[in-house]
Each structure stands twice: as C-alpha cells, then as structure tokens.
C-alpha cells in the first residue's frame, strides 16, 4: 500500500468514524454498590445513565452491643 493511499485513508475514512464513536455509545454504565449509602450517591451522580445493583440491605437500627467489664457480665446496648 501506498504511503498516499495510507495518509488518505487516515484523513478521510478513519478519524471521522473515531469522531463518530462517541455519539455512537451511548449504553448505560454498570455500577454495583456495596451499601445502599453509596447506591443513593451513585444514583445521585448517574441519574439515568448507569443501572445500579445495591448489594447489602439498608439497615434501619444503629445499634451497637459491647460486653461490659463489669462482674454481673450485662450486655449493653448502645444507640447511635
């Protein structure tokens, strides 16, 4: 092939299809989120052009339990 006949084909018919591409894609992101906090972001940042999958379930009591140093051995329930 032709040094010519390479340099037309890069001007003429390869770099407007490497233009086009962009406007060609246009499929949704996947985005997986480990907690519904940072689906909610995501979803916030994405709208409608990703598909979001939250792995864990939202957890609606804060609580946290700890062993007390005390002799009796009570568990004590924390809210946060």
Known sequence: ?????????????????????????????????TLPDFGSLAREIGNDKIDLVVLGKPSHSHAISRVDNSSSGERTRLAC
């Open 1 to 33: 092939m032709s040094t010519n006949r390479q340099k037309w084909l890069l001007r003429y018919a390869i770099t407007p299809l490497l233009l086009l591409c962009p406007l060609i894609a246009h499929a949704k992101l996947n985005v997986v989120a």
